[in-house]
């Protein structure tokens, strides 16, 4: 079954698939809409990844993260569900994911996913 939002994101082949390298990106623009209030939350994704045959294409990427401008989610669920949607497109050997949202009522958020493919070695992971 296809996945409109997942379908957005693109790739490219990887110049150097036989190299652990690190690529980080920084989304300082996110927004989503709180499921409880409808009001617009904001936040700063980091992705810190280590492609294996793909590198994430950025355009494809913003038009992704754009998609949830209007998408009633919890912070948790929207960390984790753009987790899924960058490994099951990009396939990386490795990618941290981290969620940080502005102030609400005065309390902050900070999410912060992982994935490892089983194979693959731990460059980059925080000991």
Do not use: W
Not at 18 to 40: A, H, M, N
Not at 84 to 107: C, H, K, Q, T
């Amino acid at each position: 079954m296809a996945d409109p939002f997942r379908d957005i994101l693109e790739t490219f082949d990887n110049p150097f698939p036989e190299r652990d390298y690190l690529i980080e990106i920084r989304c300082p623009e996110f927004t989503s809409v709180c499921p409880k209030t409808g009001q617009p939350d904001f936040g700063v994704l980091t992705f810190t990844y280590t492609p294996d045959k793909k590198c994430v294409e950025l355009k494809s990427l913003k038009l992704y993260l754009q998609q949830f401008r209007n998408e009633g989610i919890f912070y948790e669920h929207v960390t984790n569900r753009i987790l899924d949607d960058f490994v099951a497109v990009a396939e990386p050997r490795y990618v941290e994911l981290v969620g940080e949202f502005s102030s609400r009522g005065g309390i902050t958020s900070k999410v912060l996913v992982r994935y490892e493919k089983p194979s693959s070695q731990k460059f980059g992971r925080p000991q």
